[in-house]
C-alpha cells in the first residue's frame, strides 16, 4: 500500500518547476526593447515681445525638460490646471464678457502636445479675458513685466 505524503510531493513538483525555469534561462540573452514615449507632453512656445523681438523655446514634461528657462515649474503649473476631458489651452468663449483693458501687443503662440491632445493656440493680451488666459499659464509664458524667456 502506497503512503500519500503531500509535502513531499509538493516540493518534488516546486524542485522540477525551478529545474525547468533554470534550463529554459539557459540559452544566450535576449534583448529587451523599452519603448521611450511618442509624442507626450511636449510644447513649443514662440513670444512675440511688444518690441517686435520674438523668444522661441520647448518645453517637455514628464519629466521636465527642453530650453525652458524653468522648465519644472512650467509642468507643475500645466499639471495644476489641467483638468480631465477639458481643454487646458481653450480660448476665450465668443459670447465672453471681457473688461476693456489692453495688456500691450505681446502674443505668444503655443504648439504641441499636451495630455494626449494635440495643441496649437495663439494668446493675446487684448483684453482682461485674454490677459486672464495667459497669466493663468505664468510660468509657460512669461509674465507680465518680464522679457523674453527669462520670465517667470
Not at 45 to 53: F, L, Q, R, T
Request: include cysteine; charge should be negative.
Amino acid at each position: 500500500m502506497s503512503v500519500f505524503r503531500p509535502r513531499a510531493s509538493r516540493t518534488a513538483l516546486l524542485l522540477a518547476g525551478c529545474l525547468l525555469g533554470l534550463g529554459a534561462g539557459a540559452g544566450p540573452a535576449a534583448a529587451v526593447s523599452v519603448p521611450g514615449p511618442v509624442g507626450g507632453d511636449r510644447l513649443l512656445v514662440e513670444v512675440k515681445e511688444d518690441d517686435g523681438s520674438v523668444a522661441r523655446y520647448e518645453l517637455r514634461c514628464h519629466p521636465a525638460g527642453g530650453d525652458h528657462p524653468d522648465a519644472e515649474a512650467a509642468c507643475a503649473r500645466l499639471d495644476e490646471v489641467t483638468v480631465w476631458g477639458r481643454d487646458t489651452f481653450a480660448p476665450v468663449a465668443p459670447d465672453a464678457i471681457c473688461t476693456m483693458q489692453y495688456g500691450g501687443p505681446r502674443t505668444a503662440h503655443v504648439s504641441g502636445e499636451w495630455a494626449g491632445r494635440p495643441v496649437d493656440t495663439t494668446f493675446t493680451r487684448a483684453n482682461g479675458c485674454e490677459i486672464a488666459r495667459w497669466d493663468r499659464l505664468v510660468p509657460l509664458l512669461p509674465a507680465q513685466g518680464g522679457a523674453g524667456t527669462g520670465a517667470a
